[in-house]
């Protein structure tokens, strides 16, 4: 269960950089639904996931989860993600920018996830009926 937890965020943050990679015309292709903003509707749901998962990792080391540093240091690591993902667009990835408000969006599903951890996690303990 503890190797998961590694294997599964690193998994999630290959998603979200080939996701965030693949040329423009390529995403045009895959919306299915015309909503204003999706594309940030969709960072946000991304980096949601994304915080939920570096908590999981982080709650591993004992120090870090008796800590409240733990909060800033999960949204310290989405945050310099989407930042390096950014950077990756505007440098590597054709046809790619760099946008603020990406960054934004990324930020604030992050913040949501980090802070949903906590119930998250107990629901899906009660839920698989794992026992702490």
Excluded: N
């Amino acid at each position: 269960m503890v190797k998961a937890r590694y294997w599964i965020s690193i998994i999630w943050a290959i998603v979200i950089l080939i996701l965030c990679g693949m040329p423009p015309k390529d995403v045009e292709a895959i919306k299915f639904v015309d909503i204003p903003y999706l594309d940030k509707i969709a960072h946000v749901g991304l980096y949601l996931i994304f915080g939920l998962l570096v908590m999981a990792v982080l709650t591993l080391h004992k120090r870090l989860k008796a800590s409240s540093w733990i909060y800033v240091i999960a949204i310290l690591i989405c945050i310099l993600y989407g930042w390096l993902i950014e950077i990756l667009q505007r440098t590597i990835f054709p046809g790619r920018s760099y946008e603020l408000m990406d960054l934004v969006a990324d930020t604030a599903g992050a913040v949501i996830g980090v802070l949903l951890y906590g119930w998250v996690s107990r629901k899906l303990k009660r839920w698989l009926k794992i026992e702490e």
